[in-house]
């Protein structure tokens, strides 16, 4: 706004006031452009300049004044001849075609913008690498099962080393495999994959909003809350006998497609939240046909072998519920259901209706804050009807059978690095009449987060007639990344 005030007190000469004779090439407008508004300004202040000096003629200053036109002036002289000779040089360079001074070249690339580079995406090598967690549990057993039951006992074991997997493999799925390493015994091992899926969010899939989780692959399925928990996460050395004898001695795992949704969430008068959860999994039917299923065991044992060519769907809907601020409750239901009569069949072609129920309730209940004194009640019940068909021969199971297991515990927190606990259960046996009992009081120590120590005793009757006691040591230990501590744990 000076400058256009100044042009207008001033106005611009004409070009015969100024030597501009030649045409002035784009470096010299720019110079002009530039140049110009400081000569305008400087004349613009001379008249400033030369009222301030104007006084007395006695004035002390008025010979500074004078000089300080003269300065003025030469300054504004020199300026404009060395305008006038930049117009000359560029008349002469121009006259020349197809030539360009070195010094103009370089004046113009000096002048140019610069074009801003394109952002670079810095990668880090560790972003391509998945967060890998080792879980390792050494057991030392003793006692007289070996001789009342025929299990293996009195030995030490690395009973089973798992390495897990995790890494983000787009901003809406998770990647995960998890590879066990059991001991069979007699120095032998058996590596498996255990769980290996991507588990992914459908609403950033689909760009909606949704809180729905699918997991595709090889996975534990939600039947109960026990048969979902991986080794080293288990609150005693051993699954409860409800497990091992109605599902399987790993539980049941298969491969399908798993979702988890959350079906409602409210708010009581006091401020505590209630949340209810469903998972719904598509499975084959394999879960029940491999020898490490319990009716894959009876029927290799009976010489047959099993075959599937339809899935089983799986449910369990969870309703957890704040009771305080320091006491909470989860009650879980779980069905299990063949879809279509081929889920599961014996290769002479009878047909296996398998159906399973379960029923599990969690309570928690803190002391204070820190959660030492905090109380742990857990039950799981489970009910399995299946219907084994015509018979098949070699002692298979025939008809229809149902069979039903339950077990709770309690726990305890002592310290803050120590829990004890007390198991008992009464559980059918799968395909047979047996009935296993158990009374199992332990102890777990954490002497640091990344290793635990626990101690367990267990008194079994099984009908008809047997009875047998043991004791576990166990050792566990992870290292490299690893998951949250379990939720019977206060950490």
Not at 133 to 140: L, R, S, T
Not at 141 to 160: C, H, Y
Not at 405 to 426: C, E, F, H, I
Not at 430 to 439: M, S
């Amino acid at each position: 706004m000076l400058v256009r005030q100044l042009n207008r007190a001033h106005p611009r000469p004409s070009s015969d006031s100024f030597p501009f004779q030649q045409p002035a090439s784009g470096l010299i407008r720019v110079m002009r452009a530039r140049l110009l508004p400081l000569l305008l300004l400087t004349l613009g202040l001379m008249p400033a300049a030369l009222a301030q000096s104007t006084g007395t003629p006695d004035a002390p200053d008025a010979p500074d004044a004078t000089d300080a036109n003269k300065d003025l002036r030469e300054a504004l002289r020199q300026a404009l001849a060395t305008i006038a000779n930049l117009e000359k040089r560029v008349s002469q360079l121009e006259t020349v075609k197809g030539s360009e001074d070195p010094m103009e070249a370089q004046l113009r690339r000096l002048m140019t913008p610069v074009e801003a580079a394109p952002a670079q995406r810095t990668v880090f090598p560790s972003s391509n690498n998945p967060r890998i967690g080792v879980y390792m549990n050494a057991v030392i057993e003793s006692g007289n099962v070996e001789e009342k039951l025929g299990e293996n006992g009195d030995r030490f074991s690395l009973s089973e080393t798992e390495i897990d997997f995790r890494m983000p493999i787009a901003p809406f799925a998770e990647g995960v495999l998890v590879t066990a390493i059991e001991d069979e015994g007699n120095n032998e091992f058996h590596t498996t994959i255990e769980e290996g899926y991507a588990n992914v969010s459908l609403g950033g899939l689909f760009d909606f909003e949704s809180a729905t989780l699918a997991k595709i692959g090889r996975f534990r399925i939600p039947f109960g809350r026990d048969n979902q928990l991986h080794t080293h996460d288990l609150m005693q050395v051993d699954r409860p006998f409800v497990i091992t004898q109605l599902l399987g001695g790993e539980g049941l795992i298969g491969d399908g497609i798993e979702f988890t949704t959350p079906l409602a969430h409210s708010e009581s008068k006091d401020g505590y939240g209630r949340t209810t959860t469903l998972k719904a999994a598509l499975v084959n039917g394999e879960v029940f046909t491999g020898e490490e299923s319990l009716l894959g065991e009876l029927a290799d044992d009976a010489g047959l072998s099993l075959d599937s060519d339809a899935p089983v769907l799986v449910a369990r809907a969870t309703h957890y519920m704040e009771l305080s601020e320091l006491s909470n409750i989860e009650v879980g239901v779980s069905v299990l259901d063949n879809v279509g009569s081929n889920a599961v069949k014996v290769e002479s072609g009878s047909k296996i209706d398998t159906r399973m129920y379960g029923v599990d309730v969690l309570w928690r209940n803190h002391d204070d804050e820190t959660g030492v004194g905090s109380w742990l009640l857990q039950g799981e019940a489970v009910q399995s009807d299946f219907d084994y068909g015509k018979p098949s021969g070699g002692g298979f199971p025939t008809g229809s059978q149902t069979r039903r297991g339950v077990s709770v515990t309690a726990q305890r927190q002592l310290n803050p690095d120590m829990y004890a606990g007390l198991r008992v259960g009464k559980t059918d046996q799968l395909g047979t009449d047996l009935k296993v009992r158990n009374i199992t009081p332990y102890i777990s120590w954490y002497p640091d987060e990344f290793f635990r120590i626990r101690l367990q005793g267990e008194h079994l009757d099984v009908d008809p007639g047997s009875n047998a006691s043991r004791v576990f040591l166990q050792f566990s230990w992870n290292f490299g990344a690893h998951q949250p501590h379990p939720y019977w744990t206060n950490r």
